[in-house]
């Protein structure tokens, strides 16, 4: 693998997509700051638009997928096709999903590969950047614009607003899937997700802590009032924390992450991005 900076394609190929009518993606590995190979698709978008969705060739989506998902996952394909209709998209496996390299640390080290997707999405010429995260992809998503900064909106999809939350079964279970033994083999062979074995030392900035340094940012809180992970305080945690510069919208019937994410709502999100960022 080439050893240049964070950001850096090493390598590319370019496969046939049916997401688009447009060029085929290309698809490549990135380097991180600390040496980890991240797989990555650029899609240019679409060359035929919706109507209600004005194309714009200078705007690109990077998207932060959640805990267990990676690039060709199907539910994160189909917000990256969604998403095309409104500019460019770069979607990437997190590290320790899919073909990306390393083990994931559940959100800490993440930003480092969120940071070299936005980098390249830089580099291929385009000006406004707008990052759109998912669960785990959405607590990333506000730690990046927090702490490396570089972009022009930010959208948080079902994230939490503070770390350990065990609330839920759901995230009770997750913490079992993370922190024990038999739950990281679980985790390796049955999620296709390598899980880092050490806890965090030191803890990073939650999610909440995040938000004020994103300001003048725009900031999206995207949140289902029947999320079976992260009850409703979160997103309201997080809206309050951003004041003025942030916008919460609590989606009625919606459940978590990419999943939940309906047609509508991603088309939504296109459009208040397009608005927004610069």
Do not use: C, K
């Amino acid at each position: 693998m080439n050893n240049g900076p964070a950001g850096h394609a090493a390598r590319f190929t370019v496969r046939p997509n049916s997401e688009t009518a447009g060029p085929a993606p290309m698809r490549t590995f990135l380097r991180t700051a600390d040496g980890i190979s991240i797989d990555s698709v650029y899609n240019p978008g679409a060359v035929v638009y919706d109507a209600s969705a004005p194309p714009s060739r200078d705007l690109v989506f990077v998207v932060a997928h959640g805990f267990t998902g990676d690039v060709d996952r199907p539910h994160v394909r189909r917000v990256a096709a969604a998403l095309a209709r409104h500019g460019a998209v770069v979607t990437f496996s997190f590290r320790g999903h899919g073909a990306s390299g390393g083990r994931s640390t559940v959100g800490d080290r993440e930003v480092l590969d969120l940071a070299a997707a936005v980098g390249w999405a830089r580099g291929l010429g385009h000006e406004r950047v707008v990052t759109v995260g998912f669960s785990m992809g959405g607590s990333v998503v506000l730690r990046h614009a927090a702490l490396h900064r570089g972009v022009d909106a930010v959208v948080s999809v079902s994230a939490p607003a503070r770390w350990y939350y065990r609330g839920t079964a759901s995230m009770r279970r997750l913490h079992w899937l993370v922190t024990r033994p038999v739950g990281r083999l679980v985790g390796r062979y049955g999620l296709r997700t390598r899980i880092h074995h050490r806890d965090w030392d030191p803890v990073p900035l939650s999610p909440v802590q995040s938000v004020p340094e994103i300001a003048p940012v725009p900031l999206l809180v995207v949140h289902g009032d029947r999320d079976g992970y992260f009850p409703l305080d979160h997103p309201r945690m997080l809206a309050a924390a951003a004041g003025d510069h942030g916008e919460l919208w609590l989606e009625p019937g919606m459940g978590h992450a990419e999943h939940a994410a309906t047609d509508d709502l991603l088309a939504r999100i296109g459009n208040w991005a397009a608005a927004q960022a610069g």
